[in-house]
């Protein structure tokens, strides 16, 4: 009896080791309990913007915003021009072009349009200059030439020089459509960026010109327009008239990087719209 029960339990334990080197020998691992992470994944990747000089200030502000809360992405802004950039989105050389004006009929049959913010175009002056309003008549009649002296609007008995922006600039575009200018405006000095019209003009007591006015400086002064003066309040409400749209220009059809379609969610979302008020613009997301 105690010999047969040896011999059992012998043969169950040698059937245990070798159970035990079979499983060894398979190379199958053992089954290890699946860690999820509760964390989620971090964004990266490139986003590039591309345009209007105009939307500088505000697409610095949005972009720096998102890439603090992403700092895997990177993330660019080529100040080119409203045209240059809207060019840039159709070709797909960027992935948002920045515009300063509408687009147009022939690049929305390409491009989707998105008002990411409105800006008023400041008529600036040096701040030498005593006048401090003009009408629009009175703006269309000094940039074609049919008033050419400070005197005649009040000011000094100075000749006026016209500043203004380079063809296919945002900011002219839409200064002209405004002031029903179109074609007809006789530029002193036409320059490529709104800075170096700040600039210019700041430099210079015989000096008018049109800027963005989230990017107005202390180093100018910016007038009144029919008694209206330039501010976030009275763009929104429309009493201030020289204003235009900030447009986020995307190919029509075509997804966004994951990367790019969070900025663009971020920049058009209620979230940004302090970032845009402190940046001058007039933000329009509820």
Same mark, same amino acid.
């Not at 008023?120 to 200059?129: L, M, R, Y």
């Given at each position: 009896?105690?010999?047969?029960?040896?011999?059992?339990?012998?043969? +169950?334990?040698?059937?245990?080791?070798?159970?035990?080197?079979?499983?060894?020998?398979?190379?199958?691992?053992?089954?290890?309990?699946?860690?999820?992470?509760?964390?989620?994944?971090? !964004?990266?990747?490139?986003?590039?913007?591309?345009?209007?000089?105009?939307?500088?200030?505000?697409?610095?502000?949005?972009?720096?915003?998102? +890439?603090?809360?992403?700092?895997?992405?990177?993330?660019?802004?080529?100040?080119?021009?409203?045209?240059?950039?809207? %060019?840039?989105?159709?070709?797909?050389?960027?992935?948002?072009? !920045?515009?300063?004006?509408?687009?147009?009929?022939?690049?929305?049959?390409?491009?989707?349009?998105?008002?990411?913010?409105?800006?008023?175009?400041?008529?600036?002056?040096?701040?030498?200059?005593?006048?401090?309003?003009?009408?629009?008549?009175?703006?269309? %009649?000094?940039?074609?030439?049919?008033?050419?002296?400070?005197?005649?609007?009040?000011?000094?008995?100075?000749?006026?020089?016209?500043?203004?922006?380079?063809?296919?600039?945002?900011?002219?575009?839409?200064?002209?459509?405004?002031?029903?200018?179109?074609?007809?405006?006789?530029?002193?000095?036409?320059?490529?960026?709104?800075?170096?019209?700040?600039?210019?003009?700041?430099?210079?007591?015989?000096?008018?010109?049109?800027?963005?006015?989230?990017?107005?400086?202390?180093?100018?002064?910016?007038?009144?327009?029919?008694?209206?003066?330039?501010?976030?309040?009275?763009?929104?409400?429309? +009493?201030?008239?020289?204003?235009?749209?900030?447009?986020?220009?995307?190919?029509?059809?075509?997804?966004?990087?994951?990367?790019? %379609?969070?900025?663009?969610?971020?920049?058009?979302?209620?979230?940004?719209?302090?970032?845009?008020?402190?940046?001058?613009?007039?933000?329009?997301?509820?």
């Amino acid at each position: 009896m105690k010999k047969s029960l040896a011999m059992l339990l012998s043969l +169950t334990l040698c059937a245990g080791l070798f159970a035990g080197c079979s499983n060894s020998d398979s190379g199958t691992p053992s089954a290890e309990p699946t860690q999820t992470s509760s964390e989620p994944a971090k !964004l990266s990747g490139n986003v590039a913007t591309d345009g209007s000089t105009s939307m500088e200030k505000i697409i610095g502000s949005l972009g720096e915003a998102f +890439t603090e809360m992403n700092p895997d992405v990177n993330f660019t802004y080529n100040p080119t021009g409203s045209s240059t950039g809207i %060019q840039a989105a159709i070709d797909g050389t960027c992935d948002i072009g !920045l515009s300063s004006r509408a687009l147009k009929d022939e690049e929305k049959a390409t491009l989707t349009e998105t008002i990411v913010a409105l800006d008023g175009i400041a008529i600036i002056v040096n701040p030498a200059n005593p006048v401090s309003d003009l009408s629009v008549e009175q703006i269309a %009649q000094i940039y074609t030439g049919e008033i050419t002296n400070w005197k005649d609007v009040g000011g000094d008995d100075l000749e006026i020089s016209r500043i203004g922006r380079e063809a296919g600039s945002g900011t002219r575009d839409g200064f002209e459509t405004i002031t029903d200018t179109k074609e007809a405006c006789k530029y002193n000095q036409e320059l490529t960026s709104t800075g170096d019209v700040i600039t210019t003009v700041a430099g210079n007591p015989n000096a008018i010109g049109y800027a963005s006015l989230s990017a107005v400086k202390d180093s100018v002064k910016a007038l009144t327009v029919g008694g209206v003066a330039p501010s976030e309040e009275t763009v929104l409400d429309g +009493t201030y008239t020289i204003q235009r749209p900030f447009v986020l220009a995307t190919r029509t059809g075509e997804a966004l990087s994951e990367a790019a %379609q969070a900025f663009f969610d971020f920049a058009t979302s209620a979230d940004a719209n302090e970032i845009i008020a402190a940046a001058g613009a007039v933000p329009v997301a509820k």
